[in-house]
């Protein structure tokens, strides 16, 4: 079969096989990335508007990141303890065509979370968004990394290992993290640290495509991403296609 015809039938397939899971996946995430504006904004006495701007951009970021790096391994670890992956491992279709019907699924089902989530910011923080055209390629840029990394780390690593690894991943992510503050609150052993790590341009890209900058938005973010991205889906089609 052509990559596109298999590409277009295992998205058909995965979406009947997750069409219970999806509505509850849809609503959790978007609880998430609403949950971190509005409860972090009670941890800030006084927000200013750099601390507005963080925190409206870091909910949208957060919930791309859970999905990618915690819900989607974790649902990967579940079908391999089910025996569907085996299943999935054995039909004759490309493995690229198979990983990109995956990340479609979640991609697309962390739209609404995503535009809730700005919805609810504008209002809470009364933001006016000056949007770039680079907005639709900066959310997909952070999606598609946080995804390839995540089911890396689902096909290298034993289901529970997996769900353990990628569960403190987003806690150090959520905690850790300049996402919803400045980098340079954190102790400079951990700035340096996120300078090579790809959470940090994460929230970049995707702040400065929702609230322009005078100076423009940045090409440093877009090229670690990619690099990142590259990296993480390598490293899944490589290991999908050892254990195949």
Known sequence: MSWLRSYLLLLRWNTLRLRFMLPLFVVVQAGLAVGVIIGFAFLVPNIDSTSALYLATGG???GLITVGL????????????????????LLPVPRLAALAADMTIWILGSLPGIVLALVVAGLRFDLDFTISPLVGPAFLLV?????????????????????LLTQVLVFFTLLFSPINFPADRLPDWLRIAHEWLPVQYMAQAIRETLVVPVDGVSPT???????????????????MSVRA
């Open 60 to 62: 949208p970021t957060i």
């Open 70 to 89: 915690a819900m989607a391994p974790q649902m990967l670890a579940q079908h391999k303890l089910a025996g569907s992956f085996d299943f999935d491992r």
């Open 143 to 163: 999606a598609l990394t946080a995804t390839a990394l995540g089911y890396g780390l689902a096909h290298a690593l034993p289901p529970m290992a997996a769900t």
């Open 221 to 239: 973010p877009y090229a670690v991403l990619a690099v990142w991205c590259a990296a993480g889906l390598v490293l899944t089609h490589r290991l």
